[in-house]
């Protein structure tokens, strides 16, 4: 028997300009500034949210520099924490990869981390052993449709949801991203806050048809999307004039959250793929 279906919301915590690429090289102390204490300030707020449901946040590293406190407390409201990254960029080699792993062995293994979600949901099939030599069980890091968890050696994939409208994909090799041969392929990508941006009451409605149908689908939030930054609009003018499908990341999904929250039963990845593998 399958895991009783359930909402797979997942929450990659990040600051507020990680959607954008102009950041990313900058010197870290450059991003702290940036970031000026948003992420710190928004998590007690957000956790209340939940309010006594389970779900897993995939941290970027480098904000346990910045606020040590943080990791202790998604883990003292019975949340998963996972590793979205080290430092927020482009992971799409091994290399790097393995830096970003290393880089983030330390605080992975005092919280116990055993989950990855890769920046941009955009990873290679190379990522699989990685994870594998660095302790993780799973990986949460290509789009595909619900229902699916993958093995890919020793490691599962639970993919991020996406709504097959023409034929049901068979290869789910690495990397499936969002990007135009996803949308070619019929392969609507609901999980993405993306979408629940644009089109809040089609994601709604297609997360509850997947779940009377037995699946759990996996989507994903940011914290940016749940607690607006001040002036966000005003602080992104420059990065959505070089992108202007940003824009969505900047509204605000905290009534869909709750919405989500009030109609649906979620838990945490790990719990999920532990029950999946009693199965
Ligand atoms: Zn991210």
Known sequence: MNP???????IDYESWFSPSRRYDLLPPEKRFALDDNFCNQVIDPILEIFD????????VGELIDWYPDLPQKIANAGHEIGLHCQIHRPLTSEVEIE????ASAEWRKKYN???YRAP?????EAVYPLLEKYNFT???SIYAPSGNVLQKGKIQEVPVSTLPLLSKPKHFHAPRKM?????????????SSMMSGLFRKIVFNIIEKELKAGMSPVIFLHPYEIISPENFIKKFAVD?????LLYPFTLNKSAFLKDLLKNFPTSTMKDYLNEHSKS
């Open 4 to 10: 009783s279906p359930r909402l797979l919301l997942t």
């Open 240 to 244: 959505m004039l070089h992108n202007p």
């Open 99 to 102: 830096k970003d792993f290393k």
């Open 138 to 140: 799973y990986s949460s």
């Open 179 to 191: 990007d135009i041969p996803l949308v070619i392929r019929g392969e609507f990508p609901y999980g």
């Open 120 to 124: 941009m949901i955009n990873t290679i």
């Open 113 to 115: 981390v055993q989950g």
């Open 52 to 59: 006594g449901k389970k779900v897993s946040f995939y941290l």
